[in-house]
Protein backbone atom coordinates (compact mmCIF):
# COMPACT_ATOMS: atom_id res chain seq x y z
CA UNK A 1 0.00 0.00 0.00
CA UNK A 2 1.68 3.57 -0.82
CA UNK A 3 0.11 6.61 -0.88
CA UNK A 4 2.41 8.06 -3.43
CA UNK A 5 1.29 9.31 -6.92
CA UNK A 6 2.73 10.47 -9.59
CA UNK A 7 3.06 13.61 -8.68
CA UNK A 8 3.65 13.63 -5.11
CA UNK A 9 2.15 12.39 -1.29
CA UNK A 10 -1.02 12.66 -0.24
CA UNK A 11 -1.76 12.95 3.93
CA UNK A 12 -3.51 9.50 3.53
CA UNK A 13 -3.86 6.63 1.36
CA UNK A 14 -5.92 6.43 -1.11
CA UNK A 15 -6.31 2.86 -1.75
CA UNK A 16 -9.74 1.09 -2.26
CA UNK A 17 -10.05 -2.90 -2.20
CA UNK A 18 -12.91 -4.27 -3.74
CA UNK A 19 -15.91 -4.84 -2.85
CA UNK A 20 -16.31 -1.18 -1.33
CA UNK A 21 -19.60 0.84 -2.40
CA UNK A 22 -18.82 3.52 -4.88
CA UNK A 23 -21.78 6.18 -4.45
CA UNK A 24 -21.83 8.49 -8.13
CA UNK A 25 -24.14 11.11 -7.76
CA UNK A 26 -24.86 12.56 -10.98
CA UNK A 27 -26.57 10.26 -13.94
CA UNK A 28 -25.36 12.25 -17.12
CA UNK A 29 -22.84 10.61 -19.18
CA UNK A 30 -19.39 11.20 -16.68
CA UNK A 31 -21.42 9.88 -14.16
CA UNK A 32 -22.72 6.42 -16.28
CA UNK A 33 -19.14 6.27 -17.48
CA UNK A 34 -17.99 6.35 -14.17
CA UNK A 35 -20.19 4.04 -12.53
CA UNK A 36 -19.65 1.73 -15.18
CA UNK A 37 -15.93 1.94 -15.59
CA UNK A 38 -16.34 0.43 -11.27
CA UNK A 39 -19.12 -1.89 -12.07
CA UNK A 40 -16.13 -3.74 -14.80
CA UNK A 41 -13.84 -3.40 -11.70
CA UNK A 42 -16.03 -5.40 -9.33
CA UNK A 43 -17.25 -2.75 -6.82
CA UNK A 44 -20.76 -1.83 -6.05
CA UNK A 45 -22.16 1.31 -7.15
CA UNK A 46 -24.98 3.59 -6.50
CA UNK A 47 -25.84 6.24 -8.75
CA UNK A 48 -27.98 9.49 -7.91
CA UNK A 49 -29.70 11.56 -10.02
CA UNK A 50 -31.84 14.62 -9.70
CA UNK A 51 -33.88 13.89 -12.52
CA UNK A 52 -33.41 10.75 -15.73
CA UNK A 53 -30.23 9.91 -17.00
CA UNK A 54 -28.96 11.71 -19.64
CA UNK A 55 -31.53 14.64 -19.43
CA UNK A 56 -29.21 17.09 -20.38
CA UNK A 57 -27.83 15.32 -23.17
CA UNK A 58 -31.80 14.67 -24.42
CA UNK A 59 -32.02 18.77 -24.56
CA UNK A 60 -29.36 19.06 -26.47
CA UNK A 61 -31.94 17.60 -28.93
CA UNK A 62 -31.36 17.59 -32.66
CA UNK A 63 -28.11 19.65 -31.99
CA UNK A 64 -25.02 17.86 -33.24
CA UNK A 65 -21.86 17.37 -30.40
CA UNK A 66 -18.72 18.82 -31.15
CA UNK A 67 -16.44 15.71 -31.04
CA UNK A 68 -17.44 12.31 -33.16
CA UNK A 69 -18.37 9.18 -31.24
CA UNK A 70 -14.65 7.46 -30.67
CA UNK A 71 -14.44 10.68 -28.67
CA UNK A 72 -17.34 10.88 -26.91
CA UNK A 73 -17.95 7.20 -26.34
CA UNK A 74 -15.87 4.51 -24.80
CA UNK A 75 -14.88 0.24 -25.67
CA UNK A 76 -16.17 -0.09 -21.91
CA UNK A 77 -19.17 1.41 -22.94
CA UNK A 78 -19.69 -0.16 -26.50
CA UNK A 79 -18.64 -3.56 -24.70
CA UNK A 80 -20.78 -3.16 -21.81
CA UNK A 81 -24.24 -3.19 -24.15
CA UNK A 82 -22.84 -5.82 -26.95
CA UNK A 83 -23.21 -8.10 -24.03
CA UNK A 84 -26.68 -7.00 -23.31
CA UNK A 85 -27.62 -7.31 -26.83
CA UNK A 86 -25.76 -9.36 -29.35
CA UNK A 87 -27.42 -7.53 -32.09
CA UNK A 88 -25.77 -4.46 -31.18
CA UNK A 89 -23.45 -2.71 -33.70
CA UNK A 90 -21.01 0.12 -32.89
CA UNK A 91 -21.76 3.45 -34.54
CA UNK A 92 -19.08 4.88 -37.21
CA UNK A 93 -16.85 6.09 -34.84
CA UNK A 94 -16.41 8.89 -37.38
CA UNK A 95 -20.28 10.24 -36.93
CA UNK A 96 -21.53 13.04 -34.78
CA UNK A 97 -24.19 12.12 -32.56
CA UNK A 98 -27.17 15.14 -32.24
CA UNK A 99 -27.51 15.44 -28.07
CA UNK A 100 -30.86 12.90 -28.78
CA UNK A 101 -28.74 10.44 -30.97
CA UNK A 102 -26.25 10.37 -27.69
CA UNK A 103 -28.73 9.71 -25.06
CA UNK A 104 -31.21 7.49 -27.37
CA UNK A 105 -28.12 4.80 -28.93
CA UNK A 106 -25.83 4.83 -26.15
CA UNK A 107 -26.62 6.59 -22.65
CA UNK A 108 -29.84 4.97 -22.48
CA UNK A 109 -28.67 1.59 -23.49
CA UNK A 110 -26.08 1.53 -20.95
CA UNK A 111 -28.30 2.43 -18.25
CA UNK A 112 -30.58 -0.04 -19.03
CA UNK A 113 -27.75 -2.86 -18.92
CA UNK A 114 -28.11 -5.33 -16.18
CA UNK A 115 -24.50 -4.05 -14.83
CA UNK A 116 -26.17 -0.60 -13.85
CA UNK A 117 -30.13 -0.66 -14.33
CA UNK A 118 -30.51 -1.56 -10.31
CA UNK A 119 -28.18 1.01 -9.23
CA UNK A 120 -29.70 3.83 -10.48
CA UNK A 121 -31.86 5.85 -8.38
CA UNK A 122 -33.73 8.34 -10.72
CA UNK A 123 -35.51 11.88 -9.03
CA UNK A 124 -32.94 11.08 -6.18
CA UNK A 125 -31.11 14.14 -5.55
CA UNK A 126 -28.11 14.18 -3.20
CA UNK A 127 -28.58 17.16 -1.18
CA UNK A 128 -25.81 16.69 1.30
CA UNK A 129 -22.74 14.68 1.83
CA UNK A 130 -20.75 13.82 5.49
CA UNK A 131 -18.78 10.74 7.06
CA UNK A 132 -20.78 9.07 9.64
CA UNK A 133 -18.56 8.62 12.48
CA UNK A 134 -15.66 12.00 12.09
CA UNK A 135 -16.75 15.20 12.12
CA UNK A 136 -15.23 18.09 10.27
CA UNK A 137 -14.66 20.04 13.35
CA UNK A 138 -13.22 17.01 14.85
CA UNK A 139 -9.47 17.79 13.24
CA UNK A 140 -8.73 14.05 12.87
CA UNK A 141 -6.56 13.16 11.03
CA UNK A 142 -7.20 12.68 7.21
CA UNK A 143 -6.13 8.85 7.18
CA UNK A 144 -8.83 8.45 9.97
CA UNK A 145 -11.24 10.20 8.09
CA UNK A 146 -10.08 8.35 5.32
CA UNK A 147 -11.09 4.89 6.82
CA UNK A 148 -14.26 6.12 7.71
CA UNK A 149 -17.42 5.86 5.50
CA UNK A 150 -19.44 8.43 3.62
CA UNK A 151 -23.18 8.96 4.16
CA UNK A 152 -25.31 10.47 1.71
CA UNK A 153 -28.69 12.10 2.44
CA UNK A 154 -31.20 11.48 -0.65
CA UNK A 155 -34.31 13.65 -1.39
CA UNK A 156 -36.12 11.22 -3.36
CA UNK A 157 -39.26 12.60 -4.85
CA UNK A 158 -41.12 9.36 -4.37
CA UNK A 159 -39.67 7.66 -1.67
CA UNK A 160 -38.99 10.97 0.42
CA UNK A 161 -35.66 11.44 2.39
CA UNK A 162 -33.62 8.66 3.10
CA UNK A 163 -29.58 7.89 3.76
CA UNK A 164 -27.00 5.69 1.84
CA UNK A 165 -23.46 4.97 3.11
CA UNK A 166 -20.69 4.30 0.77
CA UNK A 167 -16.64 3.91 0.82
CA UNK A 168 -16.10 6.48 -1.78
CA UNK A 169 -17.96 8.97 -3.69
CA UNK A 170 -17.54 10.34 -7.29
CA UNK A 171 -19.20 13.75 -7.79
CA UNK A 172 -20.64 13.76 -11.31
CA UNK A 173 -22.81 16.86 -11.09
CA UNK A 174 -21.46 18.46 -14.39
CA UNK A 175 -21.29 22.12 -14.45
CA UNK A 176 -25.10 23.33 -14.48
CA UNK A 177 -25.08 23.13 -10.62
CA UNK A 178 -25.90 26.65 -9.39
CA UNK A 179 -27.05 29.81 -11.97
CA UNK A 180 -24.60 32.89 -11.71
CA UNK A 181 -27.04 36.15 -10.69
CA UNK A 182 -27.62 38.11 -13.76
CA UNK A 183 -27.18 40.81 -11.50
CA UNK A 184 -24.30 43.70 -11.43
CA UNK A 185 -20.87 41.08 -10.74
CA UNK A 186 -23.07 38.27 -10.86
CA UNK A 187 -24.88 38.71 -8.17
CA UNK A 188 -28.35 38.48 -7.94
CA UNK A 189 -31.04 40.92 -9.06
CA UNK A 190 -33.47 42.39 -6.99
CA UNK A 191 -36.71 39.95 -7.69
CA UNK A 192 -34.65 37.25 -9.56
CA UNK A 193 -35.06 34.85 -6.45
CA UNK A 194 -38.68 34.95 -6.39
CA UNK A 195 -39.19 35.13 -10.48
CA UNK A 196 -37.08 32.42 -11.36
CA UNK A 197 -39.67 30.16 -11.75
CA UNK A 198 -41.10 32.41 -14.29
CA UNK A 199 -38.25 32.44 -16.60
CA UNK A 200 -38.35 30.56 -19.93
CA UNK A 201 -36.03 27.75 -19.44
CA UNK A 202 -35.80 26.30 -23.29
CA UNK A 203 -34.52 27.76 -26.00
CA UNK A 204 -35.76 27.18 -29.85
CA UNK A 205 -34.13 24.06 -30.42
CA UNK A 206 -34.20 22.36 -26.86
CA UNK A 207 -36.56 19.26 -26.77
CA UNK A 208 -38.88 20.96 -24.68
CA UNK A 209 -38.88 24.27 -26.38
CA UNK A 210 -42.69 25.52 -27.19
CA UNK A 211 -42.70 27.76 -29.81
CA UNK A 212 -46.03 29.66 -28.41
CA UNK A 213 -43.85 31.14 -25.88
CA UNK A 214 -42.08 33.27 -28.49
CA UNK A 215 -44.08 33.79 -31.53
CA UNK A 216 -45.55 37.37 -31.66
CA UNK A 217 -42.93 37.56 -28.10
CA UNK A 218 -40.49 40.35 -26.62
CA UNK A 219 -37.62 37.95 -25.18
CA UNK A 220 -35.39 39.75 -22.76
CA UNK A 221 -32.06 37.23 -22.68
CA UNK A 222 -29.54 38.58 -20.25
CA UNK A 223 -25.82 36.52 -20.72
CA UNK A 224 -23.59 35.58 -23.42
CA UNK A 225 -21.44 32.48 -22.31
CA UNK A 226 -21.92 29.66 -24.56
CA UNK A 227 -25.55 28.47 -23.88
CA UNK A 228 -26.70 32.10 -24.33
CA UNK A 229 -25.18 32.21 -27.91
CA UNK A 230 -26.76 29.02 -28.76
CA UNK A 231 -29.80 30.20 -27.55
CA UNK A 232 -29.64 33.77 -29.51
CA UNK A 233 -28.04 31.62 -32.74
CA UNK A 234 -31.53 29.46 -32.58
CA UNK A 235 -33.69 32.44 -31.64
CA UNK A 236 -32.42 34.17 -35.02
CA UNK A 237 -32.98 30.83 -37.16
CA UNK A 238 -36.26 30.91 -35.75
CA UNK A 239 -37.75 34.61 -35.63
CA UNK A 240 -34.62 36.22 -37.59
CA UNK A 241 -36.71 37.39 -40.33
CA UNK A 242 -40.48 37.41 -38.70
CA UNK A 243 -40.81 41.35 -37.43
CA UNK A 244 -43.81 40.87 -34.77
CA UNK A 245 -41.13 38.29 -32.77
CA UNK A 246 -38.29 40.55 -31.22
CA UNK A 247 -35.30 40.09 -29.05
CA UNK A 248 -33.33 42.40 -26.55
CA UNK A 249 -29.90 40.91 -25.55
CA UNK A 250 -28.79 41.84 -22.56
CA UNK A 251 -24.86 41.44 -22.61
CA UNK A 252 -21.95 43.20 -20.53
CA UNK A 253 -20.58 46.36 -21.73
CA UNK A 254 -16.26 45.28 -21.76
CA UNK A 255 -15.49 43.56 -24.95
CA UNK A 256 -12.85 41.75 -22.62
CA UNK A 257 -15.26 39.49 -20.97
CA UNK A 258 -17.10 38.28 -23.93
CA UNK A 259 -15.88 34.91 -25.52
CA UNK A 260 -15.10 34.91 -29.38
CA UNK A 261 -18.30 33.00 -30.26
CA UNK A 262 -20.40 35.90 -28.26
CA UNK A 263 -18.26 38.59 -29.78
CA UNK A 264 -18.75 37.33 -33.26
CA UNK A 265 -22.34 36.96 -32.81
CA UNK A 266 -22.80 40.74 -31.74
CA UNK A 267 -20.60 41.54 -34.97
CA UNK A 268 -23.16 39.39 -36.95
CA UNK A 269 -26.31 40.86 -35.66
CA UNK A 270 -25.03 44.68 -36.20
CA UNK A 271 -24.43 43.67 -39.46
CA UNK A 272 -27.50 42.10 -40.20
CA UNK A 273 -29.47 45.76 -38.92
CA UNK A 274 -32.05 43.71 -38.13
CA UNK A 275 -35.07 45.73 -36.71
CA UNK A 276 -36.13 43.04 -34.30
CA UNK A 277 -32.84 42.43 -32.56
CA UNK A 278 -31.55 45.05 -30.07
CA UNK A 279 -28.52 44.34 -28.19
CA UNK A 280 -28.13 46.43 -24.72
CA UNK A 281 -25.00 46.72 -22.82
CA UNK A 282 -25.34 46.61 -19.19
CA UNK A 283 -23.60 46.01 -15.88
CA UNK A 284 -25.92 43.77 -14.67
CA UNK A 285 -29.67 43.80 -14.49
CA UNK A 286 -30.72 45.58 -11.19
CA UNK A 287 -34.05 44.97 -10.67
CA UNK A 288 -36.59 42.76 -12.42
CA UNK A 289 -40.95 42.52 -11.56
CA UNK A 290 -43.51 41.93 -13.38
CA UNK A 291 -46.14 44.16 -14.40
CA UNK A 292 -50.05 43.49 -13.92
CA UNK A 293 -50.39 42.56 -16.98
CA UNK A 294 -47.98 39.99 -16.56
CA UNK A 295 -44.90 41.32 -18.81
CA UNK A 296 -41.32 41.51 -16.71
CA UNK A 297 -39.87 45.21 -16.09
CA UNK A 298 -36.26 44.76 -16.20
CA UNK A 299 -34.09 48.00 -14.66
CA UNK A 300 -30.55 47.47 -15.95
CA UNK A 301 -27.53 49.28 -14.46
CA UNK A 302 -25.55 51.18 -16.80
CA UNK A 303 -21.56 52.24 -16.59
CA UNK A 304 -21.78 55.27 -15.83
CA UNK A 305 -23.86 54.30 -12.81
CA UNK A 306 -26.87 55.26 -14.66
CA UNK A 307 -30.36 53.21 -14.87
CA UNK A 308 -32.45 52.21 -18.17
CA UNK A 309 -36.17 50.38 -17.77
CA UNK A 310 -37.41 48.19 -20.63
CA UNK A 311 -40.14 45.82 -20.76
CA UNK A 312 -40.42 42.37 -22.30
CA UNK A 313 -43.21 39.67 -22.52
CA UNK A 314 -40.78 36.66 -21.16
CA UNK A 315 -37.45 36.63 -19.80
CA UNK A 316 -34.58 34.27 -19.90
CA UNK A 317 -31.28 34.18 -18.08
CA UNK A 318 -28.31 32.23 -19.51
CA UNK A 319 -25.76 33.73 -17.63
CA UNK A 320 -23.52 30.64 -16.84
CA UNK A 321 -23.47 28.27 -14.15
CA UNK A 322 -20.81 27.87 -10.75
CA UNK A 323 -20.00 25.27 -8.78
CA UNK A 324 -21.16 24.86 -5.13
CA UNK A 325 -20.07 22.47 -2.65
CA UNK A 326 -22.21 19.54 -1.80
CA UNK A 327 -22.40 19.29 2.12
CA UNK A 328 -20.45 21.55 4.11
CA UNK A 329 -19.58 18.88 6.52
CA UNK A 330 -16.52 17.89 4.00
CA UNK A 331 -13.30 19.39 3.93
CA UNK A 332 -13.55 19.74 -0.13
CA UNK A 333 -15.71 22.31 -1.91
CA UNK A 334 -16.20 21.22 -5.48
CA UNK A 335 -13.69 23.69 -6.48
CA UNK A 336 -10.91 22.99 -3.92
CA UNK A 337 -7.77 20.49 -5.54
CA UNK A 338 -5.02 18.68 -3.62
CA UNK A 339 -1.65 20.59 -5.20
CA UNK A 340 1.39 18.38 -6.00
CA UNK A 341 2.86 19.36 -2.02
CA UNK A 342 -0.67 18.03 -0.47
CA UNK A 343 -1.57 21.89 0.32
CA UNK A 344 -5.44 22.10 -0.79
CA UNK A 345 -6.02 25.02 -2.92
CA UNK A 346 -9.10 26.41 -3.84
CA UNK A 347 -10.94 27.92 -6.65
CA UNK A 348 -9.35 31.41 -6.00
CA UNK A 349 -6.07 30.15 -5.49
CA UNK A 350 -6.10 28.16 -8.57
CA UNK A 351 -6.89 31.02 -11.36
CA UNK A 352 -3.05 32.03 -10.65
CA UNK A 353 -2.30 30.41 -14.10
CA UNK A 354 -4.63 28.61 -16.65
CA UNK A 355 -1.62 26.20 -16.61
CA UNK A 356 -2.58 25.84 -12.60
CA UNK A 357 -6.24 25.17 -13.43
CA UNK A 358 -5.53 22.59 -16.40
CA UNK A 359 -3.26 20.21 -14.23
CA UNK A 360 -5.72 20.66 -11.00
CA UNK A 361 -8.57 20.09 -13.55
CA UNK A 362 -7.35 17.07 -14.71
CA UNK A 363 -6.59 15.48 -11.09
CA UNK A 364 -9.60 14.83 -9.30
CA UNK A 365 -8.14 14.11 -5.72
CA UNK A 366 -10.33 16.69 -3.91
CA UNK A 367 -9.29 17.39 -0.13
CA UNK A 368 -11.84 15.35 1.08
CA UNK A 369 -10.25 11.70 1.62
CA UNK A 370 -12.36 9.56 -0.87
CA UNK A 371 -14.15 12.09 -2.47
CA UNK A 372 -13.18 12.63 -6.20
CA UNK A 373 -14.69 15.72 -8.11
CA UNK A 374 -14.87 14.14 -12.49
CA UNK A 375 -16.10 16.81 -14.63
CA UNK A 376 -16.37 17.29 -18.26
CA UNK A 377 -14.59 20.75 -18.55
CA UNK A 378 -16.24 23.95 -17.94
CA UNK A 379 -18.78 25.01 -20.19
CA UNK A 380 -17.40 25.54 -23.44
CA UNK A 381 -17.44 26.16 -26.75
CA UNK A 382 -19.52 23.12 -28.02
CA UNK A 383 -21.97 19.86 -26.73
CA UNK A 384 -19.51 16.82 -25.32
CA UNK A 385 -16.11 18.85 -25.67
CA UNK A 386 -15.03 17.47 -22.13
CA UNK A 387 -15.64 13.99 -22.33
CA UNK A 388 -12.65 12.64 -23.83
CA UNK A 389 -11.20 14.67 -20.38
CA UNK A 390 -13.63 13.27 -17.97
CA UNK A 391 -12.79 10.11 -19.33
CA UNK A 392 -9.57 10.48 -18.62
CA UNK A 393 -10.26 11.66 -15.39
CA UNK A 394 -11.72 8.44 -14.87
CA UNK A 395 -8.81 6.28 -15.98
CA UNK A 396 -6.88 8.47 -13.39
CA UNK A 397 -9.90 7.77 -10.07
CA UNK A 398 -9.65 4.35 -10.43
CA UNK A 399 -6.13 4.01 -10.98
CA UNK A 400 -5.28 5.50 -7.80
CA UNK A 401 -8.08 4.12 -5.88
CA UNK A 402 -6.78 0.76 -7.60
CA UNK A 403 -3.13 1.47 -6.52
CA UNK A 404 -1.92 0.95 -10.03
CA UNK A 405 -0.67 3.95 -11.80
CA UNK A 406 -1.12 2.08 -15.27
CA UNK A 407 -4.46 0.55 -14.77
CA UNK A 408 -6.77 1.51 -17.72
CA UNK A 409 -9.64 -0.79 -18.51
CA UNK A 410 -10.19 1.46 -21.71
CA UNK A 411 -7.52 0.12 -23.50
CA UNK A 412 -7.71 -3.29 -22.10
CA UNK A 413 -11.12 -4.02 -23.73
CA UNK A 414 -10.39 -2.39 -26.54
CA UNK A 415 -7.65 -4.62 -27.04
CA UNK A 416 -10.20 -7.39 -26.27
CA UNK A 417 -12.51 -6.52 -28.75
CA UNK A 418 -9.70 -6.16 -31.49
CA UNK A 419 -8.45 -9.96 -30.92
CA UNK A 420 -12.10 -11.04 -31.10
C1 LIG B 1 -28.18 23.92 -23.34
C2 LIG B 1 -26.97 23.05 -23.29
C3 LIG B 1 -25.72 23.61 -23.55
C4 LIG B 1 -24.58 22.83 -23.49
N1 LIG B 1 -23.38 23.40 -23.72
C5 LIG B 1 -22.26 22.66 -23.58
C6 LIG B 1 -21.00 23.23 -23.70
O1 LIG B 1 -20.88 24.40 -23.98
N2 LIG B 1 -19.90 22.47 -23.51
C7 LIG B 1 -20.02 21.16 -23.22
O2 LIG B 1 -19.02 20.47 -23.03
N3 LIG B 1 -21.21 20.59 -23.15
C8 LIG B 1 -22.34 21.31 -23.31
N4 LIG B 1 -23.55 20.73 -23.21
C9 LIG B 1 -23.63 19.27 -23.18
C10 LIG B 1 -23.65 18.60 -21.91
O3 LIG B 1 -24.28 19.30 -20.87
C11 LIG B 1 -22.29 18.21 -21.38
O4 LIG B 1 -21.24 18.09 -22.28
C12 LIG B 1 -22.43 16.86 -20.73
O5 LIG B 1 -23.74 16.67 -20.36
C13 LIG B 1 -21.49 16.76 -19.57
O6 LIG B 1 -21.73 15.57 -18.91
P1 LIG B 1 -21.77 15.49 -17.33
O7 LIG B 1 -22.11 14.08 -17.02
O8 LIG B 1 -20.51 16.04 -16.77
O9 LIG B 1 -22.87 16.51 -16.88
P2 LIG B 1 -24.46 16.46 -17.00
O10 LIG B 1 -24.90 15.85 -18.27
O11 LIG B 1 -24.92 17.82 -16.67
O12 LIG B 1 -24.85 15.44 -15.85
C14 LIG B 1 -24.82 15.77 -14.50
C15 LIG B 1 -26.03 15.14 -13.88
O13 LIG B 1 -25.94 15.30 -12.47
C16 LIG B 1 -27.23 15.52 -11.98
N5 LIG B 1 -27.11 16.17 -10.69
C17 LIG B 1 -26.68 17.43 -10.42
N6 LIG B 1 -26.69 17.66 -9.09
C18 LIG B 1 -27.14 16.51 -8.52
C19 LIG B 1 -27.39 16.11 -7.17
N7 LIG B 1 -27.15 16.95 -6.15
N8 LIG B 1 -27.85 14.86 -6.93
C20 LIG B 1 -28.07 14.01 -7.96
N9 LIG B 1 -27.88 14.33 -9.26
C21 LIG B 1 -27.40 15.57 -9.53
C22 LIG B 1 -27.90 16.39 -13.04
O14 LIG B 1 -29.31 16.27 -12.96
C23 LIG B 1 -27.33 15.80 -14.32
O15 LIG B 1 -28.15 14.82 -14.89
C24 LIG B 1 -24.70 21.47 -23.24
C25 LIG B 1 -25.96 20.93 -22.99
C26 LIG B 1 -27.07 21.70 -23.00
C27 LIG B 1 -28.41 21.09 -22.69
Known amino acids: MTNKLPWGE ?129 GVLLQERCNDEFRVLVQGQHRGPWTARGDCVLDCRGHAIEPIGMGPGGGLAIGEHDLETDFLRYAPGDRKYEAKHLIGKRLGLVGEDAMACQCVEDWLAHFGTDPDTRLVWMVRPSEDSASDRALELRARIDAMSLRNVLCIQTLGVESISRNEGGTFRWKLLKEDDSTVELDTDVAMRRTGYRYRSLGPELHCHADAWVSPNGAVLSGEDATETEQLIDTLQKRVITAEPGYYALRASPIGQGAG ?24 LYRIVEQQSANQ
Request: overall charge negative; glycine content about 6%; hydrophobic content about 40%.
Open 385 to 408: VGLPRAFEQIRQVFAIIGGREDLD
Open 10 to 138: LPWDPEMESPATILVIGGGPVGIEAALYARFLGYYVSIFETRRVAHRMLDWHDRPLALPVSQVTTSLGHAAIAAQNPDYKRPDPERFFTGREYSEEYLLPLAKTDLLFDDIHFLSPVVDVSRIRTHRRD
